[in-house]
């Protein structure tokens, strides 16, 4: 629970950072030439727009909070890869479902959800599978420096 923490604090300025980005990429996609930062569905219903900007951020902020502790996961050599990325998968998506809908990043729909978990689930399979290719290759690097030093 300490590294949990520990590591979670260190991802809460990462989520808010890339909470950033993605504001500006959104602004840069569908903004025409204008600052998007929170959606005008978020504003009416916090009320105010430094209030929505200000709770968007923690969001954000608590999103990388949850990556960041979460990642303890993967440590757990006694899991299976799938049993690390099933309990991965679920409590990111636990913890990005309901901020995506309460800052409205989704719309408010069943198509709005499906769109959304797909997006997610597209992002999060792209991202796992860029690690393990990863990840494999340098334990095959690894491997073969063991082997080349036992060799010897």
């Known amino acids: 629970m300490k590294e949990f ?6 991802g809460f300025p990462i989520g808010i950072a ?17 600052y998007l930062m929170i959606t005008p569905e978020f504003l009416n219903y916090v009320g105010s727009e430094i209030g929505a900007v200000i709770l968007q951020t923690i969001l954000c902020g608590f999103i990388g909070f949850m990556f960041s502790g979460s990642s303890i996961i993967w ?3 006694e899991w299976s890869i799938a049993k690390q990325t ?12 309901p901020i ?6 989704m719309e408010h729909s069943f198509k709005g959800f499906i769109e959304f978990m797909l997006v ?20 095959e690097e690894i491997n073969s420096k063991v082997k080349n030093f036992s060799d010897n």
Not at 5 to 10: I, S, T, Y
Not at 86 to 97: E, G, K, P, R, V
Not at 124 to 137: D, E, G, P, S, T
């Open 100 to 105: 995506a809908y309460l800052a409205n990043w």
């Open 18 to 34: 890339i909470g950033q980005v993605f504001t500006i990429v959104i602004s840069l996609i569908i903004g025409n030439g204008h």
């Open 75 to 77: 440590e757990k050599s």
């Open 86 to 97: 099933a309990t991965y998968f679920i409590i990111t998506s636990l913890t990005m479902l």
């Open 120 to 139: 997610f689930v597209i992002i999060f399979l792209a991202l796992w599978l860029v690690q393990y290719i990863f990840w494999r290759k340098r334990i």
């Open 5 to 10: 923490f520990k590591r979670g604090l260190l």
